[in-house]
């Protein structure tokens, strides 16, 4: 069993950045993807970004694009989502997620989940 533990939410106003941590209980993160996927209230659970097992395959949804870089070190068993200019619409509880080695975009093919860690975008 993998645990994530993700964090690295906050209150930022738009046009801010932060940075979110998703850091796995034990070395085999280093075989899984990890996917940043996001909900606001009302509405389902989105995916955001993802990178491959290997750091080689990296995507993002449209909307994130030029915005949101996602990184990982597997020697620290740590991956990062970096958000710089935020908007309101970004607002949102982010988890990660770890998939065995490729990227998914659909939540129910996720094997295992972070709890979650709230952005909150706002003026």
């Known amino acids: 069993h993998l645990t994530l533990v993700d964090s690295g939410g906050g209150l930022v106003q738009p046009g801010g950045s932060l940075r979110l941590s998703c850091v796995a209980s034990e070395y085999r993160m280093g075989l899984y993807a990890i996917g940043w996927f996001r909900q606001a209230p009302g509405k389902k659970r989105e995916w955001v970004s993802c990178?491959?097992?290997?750091?080689?395959?990296?995507n993002h949804i449209d909307s994130v694009k030029g915005r949101f870089t996602i990184s990982r070190d597997n020697e620290k068993q740590t991956v990062w989502l970096q958000m710089d200019n935020l908007k309101p619409e970004d607002t949102a509880v982010y988890y990660c997620a770890a998939t065995w080695e490729s990227c998914v975009v659909a939540a129910f093919e996720v094997e295992y989940w972070g709890q979650g860690t709230q952005v909150n975008v706002s003026s």
């Open positions: 990178i491959s097992s290997s750091g080689d395959n990296i």
